[in-house]
């Protein structure tokens, strides 16, 4: 039931996402989902004081999962306290059937199914009691849930529901949908323009809120210039700095030079910056014969190069992907294998991650990558000091030295963001029409990017001081196309579910690349690392599915629980779960169609909710997963001998045997 929906809620955030709201309600006009229904739920934030509506705000949210930790702000639009909330939409069934929910909260819930409440409650930080069963129709369903924040504590909830057939579970990403109206457009509009101000590094030069208060994004860099010469071609640097969206249709970084000595003062940059070199310069690479370029294509396809990048030698040309045309300009002889290594080491805040590429596979990689690229030109840095002097002189005045790090005085300035009224942002950088008159950066912004960062700057800005962990993680793996492989391709798990899946501690360190093992060694494709982004998409994607930023501590390990935990997961009157899955060094013993993860990592990386779910009906969550269903609707084992057949039991027992971690003895049979 209900598999449609992998990704498409986000899909559907931007389609809605075109503006802000003074609207505190949503208001679906029948009970029947409009002709194009979006997914995920309307949203209404409304922050109070007293009983007193004082701010609303509107979004789009994939589902009834919420955590607000006490002290933030529920939304970047609203300021930190009491608030409350309202989800609308439509909730699908594919038969008429009889549903119970039940939610885990800390605070006041109501929720609405076509009018009528089905569940009320006041909790602080536990599960509420069931609902009664209530009938919801064939097709779609009016949905509406309101939430108040409590006095004290992180405000938190999560909706579940269950029939008869399956137990208590999340609801469906594809049961839920909603209308989209002019007020959600609006909020999408806004939320796209401070996305856009923060993208295009607008602070750097209108400075806004001070180092440590502001959103993460505030702190993103640019390539550094120290040694750069090093590493970037003089020629490429030229034309680059010239026109960067000639060669790069994304590209961030503005026309900066548009006077008649433009493509001089270009030159002259390029020429002081390919002055700029390193104490170690790479040296220049063998010619790669054929059989080391096939290798460098195998390793492209196998790490999935494609989610991001057109195929080099192919007639492929999305513009939103990067292309390998001009890398053989763009690099120095060699510094591309060294980039691939470590492509973070001059840019922190870099998209692309670092594969940990051993130099046997970064040297076949860059081959391939360079092997049907442009040549590189010819044309040589400019030897005299004049021109690279009057280089310097550019790169301390144009504003370069905002953005990109050099030890050298920036001579650069212009208007704070304060200073920048909002009949101002008509000018400059947003001006209708590029006026070669002006100094002010030309960004080429489309009709509804300028709209966008007009509608930001009709705001008191202040939501750049208000970080809001679950947006910046639903903002940042939407521009690091996590979803172009997670959901796609085999052995890696849709996007939409991570959060409520794993542990954060574990994904931090598994986003960073901070892990020693490999979860799932028997898959040539590796998770990259993403070191600068790991900690904030870890904190946002635990948030955003309703759970805390740190896992609760749970009560010591029972002991006597997890002897029997080890005898179930034997094959001695076990589940004989050791035959796909290994435990600590001890190898699975009969891997059938396909390997199951080490169950010594399990315990600090799974959700416990998530692995209760998981081990009782596996089918549920992944439908085409080799993992069996060993217990039946009722929540009976077939092994009788242990806790007298009783499922929770028996899958609790197992959870403490694998808290036990690298110190899990080996299943019995073992010994």
């Known amino acids: 039931m209900h598999k449609q929906i992998r990704q498409g809620w986000r899909s559907g955030l931007m389609t809605a996402l075109f503006g802000c709201c003074a609207a505190t309600c949503f208001c679906p006009s029948n009970t029947n989902a409009a002709d194009k229904p979006e997914p995920g739920l309307a949203v209404a934030f409304n922050a109070l004081d007293g009983d007193n509506i004082k701010a609303t705000d509107v979004t789009v949210l994939p589902n009834v999962w919420l955590y607000v930790p006490a002290g933030k702000p529920p939304t970047p639009f609203l300021p930190a306290g009491r608030f409350s909330v309202e989800w609308a939409g439509f909730i699908a069934s594919e038969i008429r059937d009889n549903y119970t ?17 089905v569940l009320e409650a006041r909790a602080r930080e536990t599960n509420t009691a069931p609902s009664k069963p209530v009938r919801l129709n064939k097709g779609t369903n009016a949905f509406r849930l309101y939430f108040t924040s409590p006095a004290e504590g992180a405000a938190f909830v999560r909706l579940f529901w269950s029939t008869r057939e399956f137990a208590l579970e999340p609801i469906a990403l594809g049961a839920l949908t909603h209308e989209t109206t002019a007020e959600l457009q609006k909020a999408g509009l806004l939320r796209f323009g401070r996305e856009l101000f923060v993208e295009f590094r607008c602070a750097k030069c209108h400075s806004g809120p001070a180092p440590g208060v ?19 071609n003089y020629h490429w640097m030229a034309r680059w700095i010239a026109d960067p969206k000639s060669l790069r249709a994304t590209a961030h970084m503005p026309k900066l030079l548009h006077t008649p000595k433009a493509k001089e003062d270009a030159e002259a940059i390029a020429a002081f910056l390919a002055s700029l070199k390193s104490d170690s310069t790479p040296k220049d690479a063998k010619e790669p014969d054929a059989a080391q370029i096939e290798s460098g294509r195998k390793l492209f396809e196998t790490l999935h190069c494609i989610a991001c990048h057109n195929t080099p030698g192919s007639t492929e040309n999305d513009p939103q992907k990067v292309s390998f045309t001009h890398i053989r300009d763009k690099f120095t002889a060699g510094s591309l294998v060294a980039f691939l290594r470590k492509p973070e080491e001059h840019y922190a805040w870099m998209r692309m991650p670092n594969f940990k590429l051993a130099p046997d596979e970064a ?3 860059a081959a391939f990558l360079e092997s049907a690229a442009d040549k ?12 690279v002097e009057r280089g310097r002189k550019l790169v301390q005045t144009s504003g370069c030295l905002n953005c990109h790090a050099l030890k050298l005085e920036n001579q650069f300035k212009t208007g704070s963001l304060a200073e920048l009224t909002p009949d101002k942002w008509k000018q400059g950088c947003l001006a209708e029409k590029p006026n070669d008159d002006s100094k002010a950066p030309q960004f080429n912004f489309t009709v509804v990017e300028r709209e966008g960062l007009r509608a930001f700057a009709a705001t008191d800005r202040a939501s750049l001081t208000r970080h809001v962990p679950a947006e910046f993680a639903e903002r940042q793996s939407r521009l690091l196309r996590c979803a172009e492989c997670h959901g796609k391709f085999e052995g890696f798990p849709p996007w939409e579910t991570l959060g409520g899946k794993l542990k954060p501690e574990w994904m931090k360190a598994f986003i960073g690349g ?27 994607l635990t948030e955003e599915q309703g759970l805390p930023p740190r896992t609760p501590a749970e009560p010591p390990i029972d002991l006597e629980a997890a002897k029997i935990g080890r005898k179930l997961v034997s094959a001695s009157g076990g589940f004989f779960c050791v035959s796909c899955h290994a435990v600590g060094g001890l190898a699975a013993a009969q891997v059938f169609e396909s390997n199951g993860v080490n169950l010594a990592y399990t315990g600090a990386r799974l959700q416990k909710e998530y692995y209760h779910r998981w081990v009782r009906n596996p089918l549920r969550i992944e439908p085409a997963t080799k993992m069996p269903v060993y217990f039946d609707a009722e929540g009976r084992s077939p ?9 929770g039991k028996q899958i609790e027992a197992i959870w403490q045997y694998i808290r036990l971690g690298d110190k899990m003895p080996p299943p019995v049979e073992a010994q």
């Open 639 to 647: 092994l009788t001998d242990y806790y007298e057949g009783d499922a």
């Open 376 to 387: 590189p030109g010819d044309v040589s840095a400019p030897g005299d000091t004049a021109a």
């Open 214 to 232: 502001g959103i993460p994004e505030l702190t993103m860099d640019a390539p550094a210039f120290e040694g750069i010469g090093s590493r970037r």
């Open 101 to 117: 929910f039940q939610a885990e909260l800390n605070g006041v819930l109501k929720l609405e199914i076509n009018g009528a409440a």
């Open 514 to 540: 901070e892990l020693a093992y490999k979860p799932r060694p028997w898959i040539e494709a590796r998770m990259p690392a993403f070191p600068q982004y790991a900690d904030a998409l870890a904190t946002g």
């Open 363 to 365: 040297a076949p990689l």
